[in-house]
């Protein structure tokens, strides 16, 4: 059970499989979440049409998942949490899942990954990193895969994997702002910063501290 959607990830019994036999254990993993945009919208105006979309999302995404020995942990309702042994396999499946589901009928999703210590207990899952790449998704858009910079460490050397960078963002209770790259590969979306500014935290004020020149001709003004 995913308590209020994603805002408490607390993650229980569907992941006992993994904690069978352990009252604790940890582990590394690539986490992606995904969300359908506009799917609730849908289901008020045309509940066919939303249920196949639906249909088609979950086809697609549980046979990439698979193919890229990834594991499905939960659905709800339009989004999806999954994690991965690995980042490349990660990334590999998020491209492959747009790159079908930007073709006819085209499904609009949003992906975000981030590669973090989750602990396992016998009554669920626990982790930043799930929080995190929650976050991710969410400053997504229709289209895109944000990665977070742990993720684009593990895949930069990857010549077929093509990225661009977003920028720093600050996250709701992420203590530290996150850097942010999106896929870039063909068919997938890649905003620019300013087209994501409604979901991002604004700064109020800034400051900037330049050099000063010595424009005196007291030596002792140098240290300034």
Same mark, same amino acid.
């Given at each position: ?89 990660? +990334? ?8 079908? *589901? $930007?073709? #006819?009928?085209?499904?609009? %999703?949003?992906?975000? !990954? ?63 702002? +996150? ?8 068919? *997938? $979306?890649? #905003?620019?910063?300013?087209? %994501?500014?409604?979901? !991002? ?24």
């Amino acid at each position: 059970i995913l308590t209020n959607k994603k805002q408490d990830f607390r993650i229980e019994s569907f992941f006992k499989p993994f904690a069978t036999g352990m009252m604790q254990s940890r582990q590394l993993a690539a986490i992606m979440f995904t969300d359908m945009l506009g799917y609730t919208a849908l289901m008020q105006t045309d509940e066919e049409e939303a249920t196949k979309k639906r249909q088609r999302h979950k086809s697609v995404f549980d046979k990439s998942v698979e193919e890229h020995h990834g594991k499905v942990l939960q659905y709800f309702g339009d989004g999806t949490l999954s994690i991965f042994s690995s980042s490349l396999d990660c +990334v590999n499946c998020a491209i492959d899942i747009q790159q079908q *589901l $930007v073709q #006819p009928p085209k499904v609009d %999703i949003r992906i975000g !990954i981030h590669t973090g210590d989750i602990m396992h207990e016998d009554d669920g899952i626990y982790g930043n990193g799930v929080n995190i790449a929650s976050r991710i998704e969410t400053l997504s858009v229709p289209g895109g895969v944000f990665i977070s910079d742990r993720v684009y460490e593990d895949i930069k050397n990857h010549k077929h994997i093509l990225t661009k960078e977003i920028g720093f963002f600050e996250m709701k209770n992420v203590q530290q702002p +996150v850097r942010i790259f999106a896929i870039a590969n063909k068919g *997938l $979306v890649v #905003p620019g910063r300013e087209e %994501i500014k409604g979901k !991002i935290k604004q700064t109020i004020n800034t400051l900037a501290v330049l050099p000063f020149a010595n424009l005196s001709n007291d030596p002792d003004n140098e240290f300034f």
